[in-house]
């Protein structure tokens, strides 16, 4: 039963360094969508992906932060030069169609932390 | 802007007791509502979901929730609580004229005293 798989579960970098952080879709969903959740809040949209198309980004960063999903593998969310402020747990969820009345389904998040 | 309100931040409920949790939204189109559990550790799972139809929706685990228009408001509900249902419950709108982003409350904790 292969859900939304998200790796690592947790990442440790220190400030200036990059994080990498891996989503595979559940079988057959072709759209991902990345939110952030930090300490103590809800989540909070990040960007909206399907293959090799970013469709909105209206919720990333407009620096350091980038986001693809390509025609093979998984979904790439790159972080360059992450500072404290990005620690965070970040989640990946996906849908079989861009429908909204298709729920998006969650993987169990990354979480960030930086040193 | 929309935006997602969940008034109460912890909730303490004993066990077998019944339970409420608020959420209020303000969007400028037809929302689809949803309700997401989240355990410690864990990702979101979803308990139920709104589209139209029928305003009371049931969804996993004897979970229900009720749409009021009038109200904009989407309350989770459960008749009987069990010390397993301890954990975060997230309400999250969306609306197809804001694209596929759902927006979520803050959430609110929810613990069962034995």
């Known amino acids: 039963n292969a859900g939304v798989m998200q790796n690592p579960r947790h990442l440790v970098r220190r400030r200036g360094q990059e994080a990498r952080l891996r989503c595979s879709p559940m079988?057959?969903?072709?759209?991902v969508y990345w939110y952030r959740q930090l300490p103590e809040e809800g989540l909070k949209f990040m960007v909206y992906?399907?293959?090799?198309?970013?469709?909105?980004e209206s919720g990333m960063p407009k620096e350091r932060f980038s986001a693809e999903f390509p025609k093979e593998g998984p979904s790439i969310l790159r972080i360059q030069q992450v500072v404290r402020g990005d620690s965070a747990a970040y989640f990946c969820?996906?849908?079989?169609?861009?429908?909204?009345?298709?729920?998006?389904?969650f993987g169990d998040g990354t979480r960030l932390s930086i040193l | 802007a929309q935006s997602v309100t969940q008034p109460d931040i912890h909730i303490t409920v004993s066990e077998g007791a019944s339970l409420e949790l608020r959420c209020n939204y303000s969007?400028?189109?037809?929302?689809?509502l949803f309700w997401y559990v989240q355990s410690p550790g864990q990702g979101l799972q979803l308990l139920l979901k709104?589209?139209?139809?029928?305003?009371l929706v049931q969804g996993i685990k004897g979970f229900e929730a009720e749409f009021k228009r009038s109200q904009s408001s989407f309350n989770l509900r459960k008749p009987s609580v069990h010390w397993s249902d301890a954990a975060e419950y997230f309400c999250?709108?969306?609306?197809?004229?804001?694209?596929?982003?759902?927006?979520f409350g803050a959430g609110t904790i929810l613990r069962v005293k034995s």
């Open positions: 969820a996906s849908s079989p169609t861009g429908i909204q009345d298709q729920p998006q389904h």
């Open positions: 079988k057959g969903h072709s759209h």
């Open positions: 992906l399907q293959k090799e198309n970013i469709i909105d």
């Open positions: 969007y400028g189109a037809t929302p689809y």
């Open positions: 709104y589209f139209s139809g029928d305003t």
């Open positions: 999250a709108v969306g609306a197809r004229e804001y694209g596929n982003k759902l927006v």
